[in-house]
């Protein structure tokens, strides 16, 4: 989902300034607090979080602090592990970030030191899996880019608004043996078949079953055809071209409403900015 013009204007305005703050905090291999509080100033502006009202660091799991959490509208819609800028995100790390999201019933997690971000969806079954939905290096995103952009608008307040994620998640989850064996086993696609096989044949025609059968039992793979997700697949395949239609004609979603203003404050990142010297980056 492409953000709209107010939020990708932000995004390309906001990218490049926290490129070279990244990279400062970088070279000084500042510790975790310190990129904790650059990730709470890329919360505000590169995502258009309230950082005083909506970005928290006092959500208390099991007796934990979890590091950050994204609340908007009394609803938890990210939990937050970070790192310090100078560390490799590794496994445990992960382990911990799902934990955090299991126990509070949050299923949306992120992993970042600031630099790698990766966003995670939790599927609350026995035992608890989870799925990467999207992840990238942000010193080397391109802020004017349609592709990174959605990226960056996935873990947007107003993505949020929009179900940008969701549909970032159905993006990358359709390219899997499930869904492809679902849309070859779709009455649109055996009627497709039907009507290739008739011309090849000199006008030989097949029923719909003959299709089917051969298609179940000789071309695709069982696995991909059977079983839980292959049936999930497959309710998904139908209620889309059930709704194709009805989908077409949905009124865009409202833009999000302006945050509440809030003090004025010379954040963190813009002190690394200013002790270096370094002018914040203009954009055309």
Known sequence: MIPPK?????IARSVAKFQQVLQIAKDRDVNESDTVSIIKDML?????YDKYLEVT?????????CDLAIKVENKIEFL????????????????????????????????????????????????????LICD????????????????????????????????????IQCLNRFILGAIILSE????????ELRKVSDGFLVTPENVLHVLENEVLKRDAI?????????????????????DAGEEPAAETPASPSQPQDVSFSDQLLKETKQPEPKTE
């Open 44 to 48: 505000a502006e590169v995502f258009g």
């Open 80 to 131: 937050i592990e970070a790192k310090a800028i100078g560390r490799s995100l590794k496994e445990s790390h992960l382990r911990q970030a799902i934990e955090y999201g299991a126990n509070n019933g949050v299923p949306w997690v992120v992993l970042t030191n600031g630099i790698v971000w990766r966003i995670y969806k939790i599927r609350f079954e026995q035992p608890i899996g989870y799925d």
């Open 57 to 65: 660091s006092e959500l208390v799991i099991r007796g934990t602090f």
């Open 136 to 171: 990238f290096d942000f010193s080397i995103l391109d802020g004017k880019s349609e592709e990174h952009q959605e990226k960056l608008f996935m873990i947007s307040k107003e993505g949020i608004i929009k179900d940008a994620r969701e549909e970032f998640q159905l993006k």
């Open 188 to 195: 649109e696609v055996v009627a497709v078949i039907r009507r």
């Open 6 to 10: 107010r939020v990708a204007d932000r």
């Open 226 to 246: 059977e079983g839980d997700e292959a049936q999930k697949a497959q309710s998904r395949v139908k209620r889309f071209y059930r709704k194709a239609s009805k």
